[in-house]
């Protein structure tokens, strides 16, 4: 089973940011699409960004866009997902997660694998 490494979550007043990272074990994002969900208190797990296997495609919730960038070091088998312009809104536990090859699972909420998920809270 792959596990995952997270970090970067933390607290954070509205306007800053922060930058999530995700190293995983147990399988390669050379053929893994790799992204993260959230869930806020109270609501539906929904997916926040993707990239794919290839890093030729992206996939961002329309709240993110613009905010939100991500990226990978597929030699270091980790992604990054860069979070800007924070809004209370976005306060959830991030997940990453991890689907074999492309995004399109990502709108659906059904990768293949988890990590365990990283608290990030904004202040107003």
């Known amino acids: 089973e792959p596990q995952f490494v997270e970090s970067g979550g933390g607290l954070v007043q509205a306007g800053g940011s922060l930058r999530l990272s995700c190293a995983a074990s147990g399988l390669s994002f050379e053929h893994y699409a790799v992204g993260w969900f959230r869930q806020a208190p109270g609501k539906e797990r929904e997916g926040v960004s993707c990239?794919?296997?290839?890093?030729?495609?992206?996939y961002y919730e329309d709240s993110v866009k613009r905010r939100f960038t991500i990226s990978k070091d597929s030699a270091k088998n980790t992604a990054f997902l860069q979070m800007d312009s924070l809004k209370p809104e976005d306060t959830a536990v991030y997940y990453c997660?991890?689907?074999?090859?492309?995004?399109?699972?990502?709108?659906?909420?059904?990768?293949?694998?988890w990590g365990q998920g990283t608290q990030v809270t904004v202040s107003a």
């Open positions: 990239i794919n296997n290839s890093g030729s495609n992206t």
């Open positions: 997660a991890a689907a074999f090859l492309t995004c399109e699972n990502w709108p659906k909420g059904s990768p293949d694998f």
